[in-house]
């Protein structure tokens, strides 16, 4: 989610009972095999703090946006988030169906537009404090209220009528109409006694008093702008404590740098930018005490449009191409794209080519367009479009519209991915054969200019939740500013009529597989306008020191990620390795398989009926979730 994230930007546990798993909770968030390290070889001297404490420390490429939870859209912020605070709901490990978080079970009236969520009693906040359902209310309450806390996930609040509290255990909440999310709701639950003394909420990022009150797995201790985060285990932690004393994300701008901090023990695991390149994982597979976790990942990688930045009342602003505002030249552009030459010299191998808007590891949401619909690699069929939108080459081979205005796009590029850079000299080398020009503008932060509207492609990306509905909403004309060059939910000022009311049928439908038909319908209206043109979707590639983690749990378990889930199951339940303690210690990529690593066990934590059967979430490549 801003993941862009964001990335856009996620939980096992005890549970009474749920009496509906909405069908916006029907993915899955699976656990992890245990990876088993070297238990005779020694640490590095840098895995052994004096107090005997052990850190996880893990290397990331991407920096914070904020901490607090009402702003952040950066899949490294809303990962923080997830180890920060509880949400209502988790995602089961086993088969992805809605499980307890702060909530014990929750019900809907007959009608659904009332639900009734319980409380669990034994979640304290940091500071001593009980978690209550005052606490919740407040959150949500203060999104739908007001415009600053509504900046990252206001999508979710958007149909809410009312959200009370009669009781400690007791969280009521009232819909406008049906709302199939409500089992779904990736939203922290912040301390109300703590976040109802902050003044301004489109300002206010959490990162000066320290430490941060919160009831998740990790309590945040510590934090330095592009630098470090650092969190200790919560020993309160209703769900147990963290294996782990300490968990450090350390920012690291050049990758490189990253993967020789691994080799040399001063990390524990690096997660790419937002996965390592092919030539870092080929490196390291024979690497001693590494291990290389690759595997199917949540994200997409895309190509995006400016269709004209816009506030929600109208008012333009920005500087994109006027010709992207024609559908014929950005189905040209796109059509002049060979995805499996991306697949095959970019991300060689470790991807699947593009095709709808939901990864296929999502299988229930994941839509290719027919063959007649399908935006092929055909360069010919592109210079076709262009000349039927106007746009003939001159004398020097230039393309030119009726003005005489060449074409001559700028697209951005994050600094801190390679991926982008690689691609940005094919999209010139083809797009150039059709005489269109390409300034490749690779930032340290895209935010800026993207939010200015100042752009007129980007490569965009985002990490995808077991439940849609987040990404889906960000193409909305709901989610778009309401000030000009303001932080706002949207990805990409997209505002369409025909894709807003898709997207308001699916919300409202709680059978599973017409929802899924639905979105299926969403991902299709999305395909043929042409804003969005997903060219990938990259495997996760990761990879962690085996002499520092014992076990790690990958999701899901049969071939999952470990970086960037949705929930906080990887660091929750990391096990230092023997001998291994504190600065170096980091996350280890998990298996990729899901099954037993040599004469390791594997563990799995399962939750669900109450019982806890074993161990164990927006975003453009700058990762807004």
Known sequence: MVTRVSS????PGRRLRTLLASGAAALALTAGAVVPGNPLAPAPSEARADDGKTT???????SVDSLSPFLAQRLLSTSIHRLMYDYLTNYDAKDSRAIPGLATAWEPSEDKLTWTYTIRSDSKWSDGQQATAEDAAWTFNKMMTDEGAATSNGSFVGNFEEVTAPSKDKLVIRLKEPQATMAALDVPIVPKHVWEKVDDFSKFNNDKDFPVVGNGPFILTDYKVDSYVKLK???????????????????????DA??????????SFVAGSPSLTPAQSASLENAPDIKVNDAPGRRFFALAVNPGARTKDGQKFGDGHPALLDQKVRHALFRSVDRKTIIDKVFQGHAVEGEGYIPPRFADYFWKPSAEQKLSYDPAAAAALLDEAGYRKNSAGKRVGEDGRPLDF???????DPNDKAIGKYLQEWWGDLGIGLKVDCLDNVSDPWYAGEYDLAFDGWSVNPDPDFVLSIHTCAALPAKAKESAATDNFICDQQYDELYKKQLAEYDPAKRAELVRQLESRLYDTGYMNVMAYPNAVEAYRTDHIESI?????????IYGQDGYWSWWSAVPAAGASSSASSD????STGVLVGVGIAVVVLVGGGLLFAMRRRSTAEDRE
């Open 258 to 267: 990253a993967v020789a901090a691994l080799r040399k023990g001063e990390v």
């Open 8 to 11: 856009r930007t996620p939980r």
């Open 410 to 416: 700028r697209i951005l590029c994050h600094a801190t």
């Open 553 to 561: 749990t990958t999701m899901p378990s049969d071939g999952g990620n």
């Open 233 to 255: 285990a919560n020993k309160d932690f209703w769900r147990g404590s963290p294996k782990f004393d300490e968990l450090v994300f350390r920012y690291y701008k050049d990758q």
């Open 56 to 62: 996880l420390t893990v290397a990331v490429a991407q």
């Open 588 to 591: 280890s990529g998990g298996s």
